[in-house]
């Protein structure tokens, strides 16, 4: 299966919300294998519709416990919502397919449970105090036009600002 093309910083569809999926079907499946494809391709651990250029509510994920368990199983949710989220919070450097080399630290709930849909329409839930958790929570915000650096302060933002820039000026040009 191909690859599919990934949106950068800049492209207006990152910062649209995404449309809620109705239609399950073999399109629907092929995309999300696509998007698997896509994530693995590209060395990333989670990757949200937008990315590459869809406007609906699918993403895909690595379940990793931590940070280094790449080669473990990936999910595809469709419809996904976080429906908890605990008190207790965790630092942790995040980075994006759509924003190469920008990296930055974000505190976020240490442990999520997500309702969502699978391909065939089922709906299920996962829970997760893990770095899989992490990953639901940073593609979920894609889907709601929010990036990870929407939660830096105005001092991070102003040290990534030129490259976020060089990103979205070469964007343009493709």
């Given amino acids: ?14 910062r649209q919300a995404a449309e809620p999926v109705v239609k399950f079907d073999d399109e629907l499946r092929e995309f999300g294998e696509a998007m698997v494809v ?3 391709h590209e060395r990333g651990v989670g990757l949200a519709a937008p ?4 406007s609906i509510q ?5 379940r990793m416990e931590d940070g280094e368990d790449v080669n473990v199983a990936a999910d595809v949710l469709v419809n996904p919502k976080v429906i908890f989220a ?8 995040e980075g994006c397919l759509c924003m190469p080399g920008v990296s930055a630290a974000v505190i976020r709930p240490r442990e999520v449970e997500v309702e969502y849909q699978d391909v065939t329409g089922e709906v299920r839930r996962v829970r997760s105090d893990k770095f899989f958790g992490r990953i639901l929570q940073h ?3 894609h ?3 929010v990036l990870f650096i929407d939660y830096l302060s105005s001092a991070q933002k102003s040290l990534i600002k030129p490259k976020l820039r060089q990103i979205s000026d070469t964007q343009h040009l493709l």
């Fill in 1 to 14: 299966m191909k690859s599919l093309d990934l949106r950068f910083y800049g492209d207006s569809i990152l």
């Fill in 38 to 40: 896509t994530m693995r």
């Fill in 51 to 54: 990315q590459v250029g869809r």
């Fill in 58 to 62: 699918v993403i895909s994920a690595l």
């Fill in 86 to 93: 605990s008190k207790e919070t965790w630092s942790y450097e």
């Fill in 139 to 141: 593609e979920i915000d």
């Fill in 143 to 145: 889907l709601k036009g």
